[in-house]
């Protein structure tokens, strides 16, 4: 009788399946070689995101935000107004721009303006004669106005769309206030540059816009009528210009492709329009960046003339021959339009772009020394540069000017500009590490393609001498099972099964042949082992898993909290400490768990508040949009542990989606932080100015002799907050100590603490001698009662340190290594007046998660605020209770959100080693607090014997 493994149907199995395995190695071979050739490819096509983009493995948008003023990776541009001192070559710029993205918020979501351009009726606007009027009816407000209206046209980036559109706006006080009125011109592509002029011969107001994105290879002149003005643009000719210098440059595989012109921009000049516009090509293929070709005409909307010196081309190196054929300017540096041309003195001045090294470098004023029928030439005059200071609005960026002469005889007009040199901050804050991951990714893949290619060909080997790649296989675990006599139970089930699979109980009962045996005997322990781990990573998993999920099932034992005596007297207590005379006040936060603390359904229902009418204490917090998951964690221990204390949260950059979110959540109120009605260095996140206007706001809201406690979006809540309010019920004020002190911050040791916030709070030297060692009172943690002595004698001070950024809260060269901004002004103004009212760190702002309970439900009593930030689990998220019934829409938001007004979002990084620093943080956090539960080890004791 023969043997089944011998039957000629199982031979053919057999072989079919040793095929489908040979079959199968090569797919993943080939997929393998294909993944590495476009992984070391990637970074070669299109810079800097590569071929393979993130954007494929999303639905949300990457390169900019969805709300108005959201952040956009091509920038941040801003308009302001610029004036001559005496003339355009000596521009002063304005302090703050006059026209963003916050102008048109109503009107349009855009993420940013830029090409503005100045027209003044009453002016020539460098046309032949001074325009006439206009049909007011097309302006709501203009009849009521009796100011000689100015306009402004400009590139806005409509987000909606994702694509530049023309906006109009207008201003009765010369220029220093605009109102959007609207969108001007919108096509299917993108238009900026929007040149206006009233234009005599035809009777009607011409735009020249760039409109490259219509792939015409020509330039669109719009017109408008007086009645219309500054709406009703319609198309009234397209340019194709006499240019030479393409088809001599243009390269095979640019066949077909048009001539792409940028910035056209014409000028009346000694009897005739001067036209200079821009070929964009492409350097990769011997052409120049940019090109600068020069037309004149005697009517814009009639033929233009090649200039004779564009005609007899331009130098430039990369070229066949070292020159281009058609052309008067082919460098970086000036050959691309900068704005409006004008005439001064009888002179011919073109602002050029510099664009040497990125987009946007400066502004070069270049003044025409030959300008007649035959010749042109032009030399630089003057240059405007970015500030470079980091804070103003053209800090890095400077590409645009229009400069006119104004009613008054003076100079002034537009000047464009960005805070960052381009949109690749927010690349790196968002995809660096992907573009990163990738670099390491073709590495790892083309080191396992190898091995996997030897293993493959060392099984060929094997089987070529021992039956075959299946009979190694075989061999292998088949010795396995036999040298696994010591291995658990379930390991020695787990490789018989394995065994089993492969036909192996014939060959273990017969005792297999001595080769098989000697060739399999380097892998049988590999095997046992590898399936010893399986089985123990199945239960940690598990156990973890329920961990996660049922952390109440798992008993852990914290770590233990203690408060270590600081070097002098405990906690740092003056010797004499402040007394207010109105204290005690009647300070509580209200019952906690356990006394009402988890509200009805109809209670939440009907009022959409947890508050009760004995919590005489409100939390406040605040923070944008990049912290949203610590502000759901914070709110939801604010909302567990504290369930009758009002909540208010305060806007400092929520997208419109988070603040319909938050609008939903029980007992918390969402206030407006009205950034318009401080400097603008309110602005900058990272100068802290609005945490301390934030504060004196928030205590300003409640009644006198009612608290107000700060608690930072980064820290949640572990017990009651009794403490809290009895502190400030006895002092009036209540935080935490931090780490360092105002004496051994920066370099050299409290240089800005002395030089600036003393010198502004009129602290002296002995005083600041005496206290610049004391703890930092964390800003984190502030409390205030509202006409307390703390609120006189240390809030006010510090709002008013706030709002002064050279001088105290963001002195020049401010960084976090060097200063500590307005935890620098409270602990000064704390220790000055002697309030002892700094509790101590590791029960109020302890950064140590692990002292807490793993159950955020079970007390962390003593200690009441730990310090989560971006640590996981952010455990109080899943406790989040939000109102019955509603419904997060944006559209219904009582304020729209410009969020890239606060610029706080350039700041992170996501750089790979970054992610994984701070995941690995976070996981190595967790892991020691699960390696110390024993619960979890219990757990998976239970999970590994029942497998």
């Given at each position: 009788?023969?043997?089944?493994?011998?039957?000629?149907?199982?031979?053919?199995?057999?072989?079919?399946?040793?095929?489908?395995?040979?079959?199968?190695?090569?797919?993943?071979?080939?997929?393998?070689?294909?993944?590495?050739?476009?992984?070391?490819?990637?970074?070669?096509?299109?810079?800097?995101?590569?071929?393979?983009?993130?954007?494929?493995?999303?639905?949300?948008?990457?390169?900019?935000?969805?709300?108005?003023?959201?952040?956009?990776?091509?920038?941040?541009?801003?308009?302001?107004?610029?004036?001559?001192?005496?003339?355009?070559?000596?521009?002063?710029?304005?302090?703050?721009?006059?026209?963003?993205?916050?102008?048109?918020?109503?009107?349009?979501?855009?993420?940013?303006?830029?090409?503005?351009?100045?027209?003044?009726?009453?002016?020539?606007?460098?046309?032949?004669?001074?325009?006439?009027?206009?049909?007011?009816?097309?302006?709501?407000?203009?009849?009521?106005?009796?100011?000689?209206?100015?306009?402004?046209?400009?590139?806005?980036?409509?987000?909606?769309?994702?694509?530049?559109?023309?906006?109009?706006?207008?201003?009765?006080?010369?220029?220093?206030?605009?109102?959007?009125?609207?969108?001007?011109?919108?096509?299917?592509?993108?238009?900026?540059?929007?040149?206006?002029?009233?234009?005599?011969?035809?009777?009607?107001?011409?735009?020249?816009?760039?409109?490259?994105?219509?792939?015409?290879?020509?330039?669109?002149?719009?017109?408008?009528?007086?009645?219309?003005?500054?709406?009703?643009?319609?198309?009234?000719?397209?340019?194709?210009?006499?240019?030479?210098?393409w088809p001599d440059t243009r390269r095979w595989f640019q066949f077909g492709m048009p001539a792409k012109y940028v910035d056209t921009a014409p000028v009346w000049f000694e009897g005739r329009w001067w036209i200079f516009t821009t070929r964009v090509g492409t350097p990769a293929a011997g052409q120049p960046k940019y090109t600068l070709l020069v037309y004149t005409a005697d009517t814009l909307l009639g033929d233009w003339k090649p200039h004779p010196a564009a005609l007899a081309g331009v130098a430039y190196a990369a070229a066949p021959g070292g020159r281009v054929p058609f052309g008067v300017d082919a460098g970086r540096r000036t050959a691309r339009n900068g704005g409006r041309p004008f005439v001064m003195g009888g002179q011919l001045y073109r602002w050029a772009q510099d664009c040497s090294h990125f987009y946007g470098e400066a502004l070069r004023l270049m003044h025409a020394t030959a300008a007649n029928a035959t010749h042109y030439a032009e030399v630089e005059v003057a240059a405007l540069a970015p500030s470079h200071d980091g804070l103003s609005w053209h800090s890095a960026r400077l590409h645009h000017a229009d400069i006119h002469m104004l009613p008054d005889g003076s100079w002034g007009g537009f000047v464009d500009g960005d805070r960052y040199q381009d949109g690749y901050s927010h690349f790196i804050a968002r995809e660096q590490w992907f573009v990163e991951l990738k670099a390491r990714l073709k590495w790892v893949v083309a080191a396992q393609l190898i091995m996997v290619v030897l293993a493959a060909a060392l099984l060929a080997a094997a089987a070529a001498s021992g039956g075959g790649p299946a009979g190694a296989a075989r061999g292998l675990l088949g010795f396995g099972t036999r040298c696994c006599g010591l291995c658990p139970a379930p390991a020695r089930r787990a490789l018989a099964r394995a065994a089993a699979a492969l036909g192996l109980q014939q060959q273990v009962a017969a005792g297999g042949s001595a080769a098989a045996a000697t060739a399999a005997g380097a892998g049988g322990a590999l095997g046992a082992a590898a399936a010893a781990v399986v089985l123990v990573a199945t239960a940690v998993v598990a156990a973890v898993g329920v961990m996660a999920v049922m952390p109440w099932v798992v008993p852990c034992p914290r770590w233990p909290v203690q408060v270590p005596p600081f070097p002098e007297s405990p906690w740092f207590v003056p010797d004499s400490p402040h007394v207010d005379p109105a204290a005690p006040y009647n300070i509580s936060a209200g019952p906690g768990p356990g006394h009402g603390g988890r509200s009805s359904s109809s209670e939440t229902s009907s009022s959409g508040s947890s508050g009760s009418s004995n919590a005489s204490l409100t939390v406040v917090t605040g923070c944008s949009s990049t912290f949203m998951d610590r502000l759901e964690n914070l709110v939801g221990s604010l909302q567990y542990w504290s369930p009758h204390t009002p909540v208010a949260v305060y806007d400092l950059g929520f997208t419109s989606q988070q603040l319909a979110e938050i609008r939903c959540w029980q007992g918390v109120e969402v206030r407006r932080f009205p950034f318009e009605s401080y400097p603008p260095h309110v602005r900058e996140m990272r100068t802290y100015a609005f945490k301390g206007l934030t504060f004196q706001r928030a205590v300003e809201a409640v009644a006198p002799g009612q608290a107000v406690l700060w608690i930072d979006c980064g820290l949640e809540v572990r017990a009651p907050l009794d403490p809290l309010a009895q502190s400030l019920s006895r002092h009036g004020h209540v935080s935490a100590q931090q780490s360092t002190s105002p004496g051994r911050q920066g370099a050299p040791l409290g240089h800005m603490a002395e030089r600036y916030t003393r010198v502004f709070l009129n602290m002296s030297l002995p005083d600041y001698e005496r206290i610049k060692l004391l703890p930092f009172c964390a800003a984190g943690v502030q409390g205030f009662v509202h006409g307390s002595d703390a609120h006189r004698l240390v809030l006010g001070p510090v709002a008013a340190c706030s709002l002064e950024r050279d001088r105290c809260i963001a002195p020049p060269g401010h960084s976090r290594n060097q200063h500590c901004y307005e935890q620098t002004a409270l602990t000064l103004l704390l220790r000055h007046h002697n309030f002892s009212t700094c509790l101590q760190r590791e029960l109020y702002a302890s950064s140590s998660t692990r002292k807490t309970t793993y159950d955020p439900r079970q007390s962390s009593a003593p200690l009441v605020i730990a310090s989560r930030r971006y640590r996981q689990p952010k455990p109080y998220r899943a406790l989040l209770r939000r109102r019955p019934q509603c419904r997060a829409d944006p559209g219904t938001n009582p304020w729209p959100t410009i969020a890239s007004e606060h610029t706080e979002s350039t700041i992170g990084h996501s750089g790979l080693n970054t992610v994984i620093l701070t995941r690995a943080r976070a996981l190595l956090d967790f892991v020691v607090q699960a390696g110390c539960c024993v619960g979890l080890h219990a757990l998976a004791q239970l999970v590994l014997w029942t497998q």
């Open positions: 009788m023969a043997h089944p493994h011998h039957h000629p149907a199982s031979k053919a199995g057999s072989g079919f399946t040793l095929r489908s395995r040979w079959i199968a190695f090569a797919l993943y071979a080939v997929l393998s070689i294909a993944l590495t050739i476009v992984l070391f490819v990637d970074p070669l096509i299109d810079r800097p995101s590569g071929l393979v983009k993130l954007a494929w493995f999303t639905k949300a948008p990457l390169s900019h935000g969805l709300d108005p003023c959201s952040w956009d990776y091509e920038g941040s541009w801003r308009i302001g107004f610029a004036r001559g001192n005496p003339d355009p070559q000596h521009l002063q710029l304005s302090a703050e721009p006059v026209i963003t993205c916050a102008t048109l918020a109503n009107a349009t979501a855009a993420s940013f303006v830029a090409d503005p351009f100045l027209y003044i009726p009453s002016s020539s606007n460098g046309t032949t004669a001074t325009s006439p009027s206009f049909n007011t009816s097309a302006i709501a407000d203009a009849t009521t106005s009796s100011k000689q209206p100015w306009f402004a046209f400009y590139e806005m980036k409509n987000l909606k769309r994702y694509l530049g559109e023309l906006g109009v706006a207008v201003s009765y006080d010369s220029g220093d206030s605009w109102r959007h009125l609207g969108t001007a011109v919108s096509e299917p592509f993108h238009l900026s540059f929007p040149l206006v002029l009233w234009d005599a011969d035809s009777q009607q107001y011409l735009m020249f816009a760039e409109t490259i994105g219509s792939k015409e290879g020509n330039i669109w002149i719009y017109g408008t009528s007086r009645e219309a003005f500054p709406f009703g643009w319609r198309v009234v000719r397209r340019v194709w210009p006499e240019d030479p210098g």
